[in-house]
């Protein structure tokens, strides 16, 4: 089993299940993903996954309701996910809605938004979750997201800002990455000499101008995340147009795993192509380490 050659639609679907806050959400999205999900041999498991999942979560949603509880849940976690922080009025909506499919609202007053939003960035053939978490100073600000993430993106309009964030994220393990959001329009001038100040203090940052840093930021992201992507293709096709995201130094069977639990069983061998192959096509066991953007074709038994 390797790549199931998803179509725009069906990628489209699954973006909308990864960004939804709701069971009734993802159930909707499952119908659709069901719907576009390939109809040949090697997308069997694939499809098989996908119905099990649709009725588990019918089944979760018919029993709440029975209940009378809210079917609302918490944020599932990604494996690209960043957390943008920072004091009010920043354009952390802003930056959300210029990123993602989310559509925060956006205002001029203060504590605008009251709940976590969540969207999910497209980048390099997958996404990256990106939430947005109520001001720092406000009683909607949740510090177990920050905690949690892979990434933190600080964002600020003015330097001052960042040592008042930092003291409300210092127990946060994730990388993290000053956002300056240029709202005040600062010439090429002051824009020098906010980039020494943040390079004499050693911080990791970008400065938001134009469509390019945007570009930019997602790409930061993602290095800051040490993850890596991994493709996969059938014999005689081409490579699967989104890649499976794996922890650094992920192996072979880890992405067999990741596919499905127990495939790695039924693996007979596997080729690679890319960083991690000594050349195009190399047959390797299920315990070869794999590096970012290497292509891996397994043969079953």
Request: hydrophobic share 30%; proline share 4%; glycine share 6%.
């Amino acid at each position: 089993m390797a790549s199931t050659n998803q179509s725009p639609a069906y990628q489209k679907a699954q973006g909308k299940f990864l960004s939804a806050s709701t069971d009734d959400e993802r159930l909707e999205a499952l119908e659709e993903m069901i719907k576009e999900c390939p109809k040949h041999k090697s997308s069997e498991n694939m499809l098989a996954n996908l119905k099990t999942r649709y009725k588990k979560l019918k089944e979760k949603i018919q029993r709440i309701k029975k209940s009378g509880k809210s079917s609302r849940t918490g944020i599932k976690k990604e494996d690209l996910q960043a957390v943008i922080v920072g004091v009010t009025n920043t354009g952390k909506s802003s930056l959300l809605s210029a990123l993602t499919n989310a559509n925060p609202k956006i205002a001029e007053t203060k504590f605008t938004t009251t709940a976590p939003i969540t969207g999910m960035a497209p980048y390099s053939g997958t996404y990256i979750q990106l939430i947005e978490n109520p001001a720092i100073e406000s009683e909607y600000y949740d510090k177990g997201l920050t905690n949690t993430t892979d990434t933190i993106l600080i964002l600020v309009d003015d330097l001052e800002q960042i040592k008042k964030v930092e003291k409300k994220i210092d127990k946060a393990s994730g990388k993290r990455i000053i956002v300056f959001n240029n709202k005040n329009d600062f010439d090429e001038s002051g824009i020098r000499k906010i980039e020494a100040t943040l390079k004499s203090r050693k911080y990791d940052f970008i400065i938001l101008s134009n469509k390019e840093s945007l570009e930019k930021l997602k790409n930061k992201i993602f290095q800051n995340s040490g993850k890596i992507r991994i493709f996969t293709k059938e014999p005689n096709c081409e490579k699967s147009p989104r890649p499976i995201i794996m922890k650094p130094n992920s192996t072979v069977g880890d992405v067999a795993e990741k596919i499905l639990k127990g495939f790695s069983k039924k693996v007979k061998t596997s080729k690679i192509w890319g960083p991690s192959s000594k050349f195009a096509g190399q047959q390797v066991g299920l315990k070869h380490k794999l590096k970012d953007l290497d292509v891996v074709e397994f043969k079953t038994r």
